[in-house]
């Protein structure tokens, strides 16, 4: 159908630029409004999912407190379509039906595929830094900070989809996890995707094994161990984690230079200005869009420039 072609497209653009993402949300949204046959019964799975309310509530709320405020500030528009296109986000997702829901993961897949050949060929070859792929080969902007996570969870999931028996599925989902974890070790070595990634994982096996406390300890211990291993085999790699550990240190301690520091100690004081914030106005907010002229206005000049808390909630 349109609508599972549609949700194909969507997919397959994650590691593209974000405009790209953008219009294959608004072309799966118009899909699914024109297919009329099935309009009612995407509405009825819509109402029955248990994340109906909550996402209601966090639109009707937002709404309540657009309408309210007393200023318009310059980001209130971005901000205001900022949760209006996570809800539609999560409603599509509910829309959509199993075969459509299985024409999106396809996408997932041959996005993971196109970005395995894209980093395997750049470093046999090397390739020209076009936007098109810029944010899978240079580590700069939320852009490859997304596809650091978006690999991590790939390297995860391939990881769980492997099975004790030789067949083509467990080779593929092999190279997907030595490929995305070589990827996060030498060309995005995001520390949060590394972290999601190794807390990922011991989630999942305290969930599968949660009846088998002996067996679950030693999938822990391993799967530490073998964290702690390749973090030391990879310099790259312990010298960005224990620098974001000295970074929290310092901005606890309230000390936050973005000349000698990086993203971490900027966040702490992020999140330690914006839940003052919160507690001063804790259930209307100081109005959609309000955050970076409150946090400009609280903060040295050298890092009014950070725009964004990094927290839908906080936001």
């Given at each position: 159908?349109w609508?599972?072609?549609?949700?194909?497209l969507w997919?397959?653009?994650?590691?593209?630029?974000?405009g790209?993402?953008?219009?294959?949300l608004?072309?799966?949204?118009a899909?699914?409004?024109a297919?009329?046959?099935?309009l009612e019964c995407?509405?009825?799975?819509?109402?029955h999912?248990?994340?109906?309310?909550?996402t209601l509530a966090?639109v009707?709320?937002s709404?309540?407190?657009l309408v309210?405020?007393?200023h318009?500030?310059?980001?209130?528009?971005?901000?205001?379509?900022?949760?209006?296109?996570?809800?539609?986000?999560l409603m599509?997702?509910?829309?959509?039906?199993r075969?459509?829901?299985?024409w999106?993961?396809?996408g997932?897949?041959?996005a993971?595929i196109w970005?395995?050949?894209?980093?395997l060929?750049?470093?046999?070859?090397g390739?020209?830094?076009w936007t098109?792929?810029r944010?899978?080969?240079n580590?700069?902007?939320n852009?490859s900070i997304s596809?650091?996570?978006l690999?991590a969870?790939?390297?995860?999931?391939a990881g769980l989809c492997?099975?004790?028996r030789?067949s083509?599925s467990n080779?593929?989902?092999?190279?997907?996890?030595?490929v995305?974890l070589?990827?996060?070790?030498?060309?995005?070595?995001?520390r949060?995707a590394?972290?999601?990634?190794?807390i990922g994982?011991?989630s999942?096996?305290?969930?599968?094994?949660?009846?088998?406390?002996?067996?679950?300890?030693?999938?822990i211990v391993?799967l530490?161990?073998t964290?702690?291993?390749?973090?030391?085999?990879f310099?790259?790699?312990?010298q960005?984690?224990?620098?974001?550990?000295?970074?929290?240190?310092a901005a606890?301690?309230g000390?936050?230079?973005?000349?000698?520091?990086?993203?971490?100690s900027?966040?702490?004081?992020?999140?330690?200005?914006?839940?003052?914030?919160?507690?001063e106005?804790?259930?209307?907010?100081?109005?959609?869009?309000?955050?970076?002229?409150?946090?400009?206005?609280?903060?040295?000049a050298?890092?009014?420039g950070?725009n964004?808390?990094?927290s839908?909630?906080?936001?």
């Amino acid at each position: 159908s349109w609508t599972g072609f549609a949700a194909c497209l969507w997919s397959c653009g994650v590691f593209l630029p974000v405009g790209m993402s953008y219009l294959a949300l608004l072309g799966l949204s118009a899909a699914v409004l024109a297919d009329r046959r099935t309009l009612e019964c995407r509405w009825v799975r819509m109402l029955h999912h248990p994340i109906w309310w909550p996402t209601l509530a966090f639109v009707g709320w937002s709404l309540v407190v657009l309408v309210g405020q007393e200023h318009w500030f310059d980001e209130t528009p971005s901000n205001g379509l900022h949760i209006i296109r996570i809800a539609l986000t999560l409603m599509l997702g509910v829309m959509l039906d199993r075969d459509e829901l299985l024409w999106a993961l396809r996408g997932l897949a041959a996005a993971f595929i196109w970005a395995a050949g894209v980093l395997l060929i750049h470093e046999a070859v090397g390739l020209p830094m076009w936007t098109v792929w810029r944010g899978l080969l240079n580590y700069h902007g939320n852009k490859s900070i997304s596809n650091a996570l978006l690999l991590a969870i790939a390297a995860g999931f391939a990881g769980l989809c492997c099975q004790p028996r030789r067949s083509i599925s467990n080779l593929v989902a092999l190279v997907v996890v030595i490929v995305s974890l070589f990827a996060l070790a030498f060309v995005l070595p995001n520390r949060t995707a590394l972290l999601a990634l190794l807390i990922g994982g011991a989630s999942v096996a305290l969930h599968v094994f949660r009846s088998r406390p002996l067996v679950l300890v030693v999938l822990i211990v391993a799967l530490v161990g073998t964290a702690a291993v390749g973090v030391a085999s990879f310099p790259v790699l312990s010298q960005r984690l224990m620098l974001g550990f000295t970074e929290t240190q310092a901005a606890i301690a309230g000390i936050v230079d973005p000349n000698k520091y990086g993203s971490w100690s900027i966040r702490v004081l992020m999140y330690q200005t914006t839940f003052q914030m919160l507690m001063e106005q804790p259930f209307t907010g100081n109005g959609i869009g309000s955050w970076n002229l409150l946090w400009s206005q609280r903060v040295p000049a050298e890092l009014a420039g950070f725009n964004m808390p990094h927290s839908d909630y906080l936001l």
